[in-house]
């Protein structure tokens, strides 16, 4: 019973630090037209017991544009998340997934989507600061 419940103890507490992916994480994000490229910023909080909420910020030249967070799902190793953003006359509707590369960093792809038809995708890439 004793290496039962230290085994239970051992998972989870390894569960609930490989699942702290809270932070700022500061990286790029290239179009896969190779047209459009900045840095990309994101914000991961925990929400209270269950949830999480991402804060995502682009800087596609030199000023950095604040989206309107939307959903943000981190399941340990996986991030996805969606905000709205306005870049000049432009509106869009983006959605980020990706997964974890180690304890600090994450990578995967995103698309934009404007008016109902599709828009940029690409890739991006971040590490905690």
């Given amino acids: 019973m004793l290496r039962v419940t230290l085994l239970a103890m051992f998972l989870l507490g390894f569960s609930a630090v490989a699942a702290d992916r809270s932070g700022e994480y500061v990286g790029t994000y290239t179009s896969s037209e190779g047209d459009a ?3 990309l910023r994101i914000v991961i909080q925990k929400d209270g017991d269950t949830g999480w909420s991402c804060k995502v910020f682009f800087t596609p030249g ?3 544009i604040a989206t309107k ?3 943000c799902s ?3 190793d996986k ?3 969606e905000f709205d953003a306005d ?3 432009a509106s869009f509707h983006a959605t980020l997934k990706g997964t974890a590369v180690d304890e600090k960093s ?3 792809t ?3 989507a404007a008016g109902g038809e599709a828009g940029d995708h690409g890739k991006w890439k971040v590490s905690r600061r």
Avoid: L, M, R, W
């Fill in 37 to 39: 490229a900045g840095k």
């Fill in 62 to 64: 030199d000023e950095e």
């Fill in 69 to 71: 967070p939307g959903s």
């Fill in 74 to 76: 981190v399941d340990n």
């Fill in 79 to 81: 991030i996805t998340t």
């Fill in 87 to 89: 870049h000049g006359d």
């Fill in 106 to 108: 994450f990578e995967g």
């Fill in 110 to 112: 995103y698309a934009t």
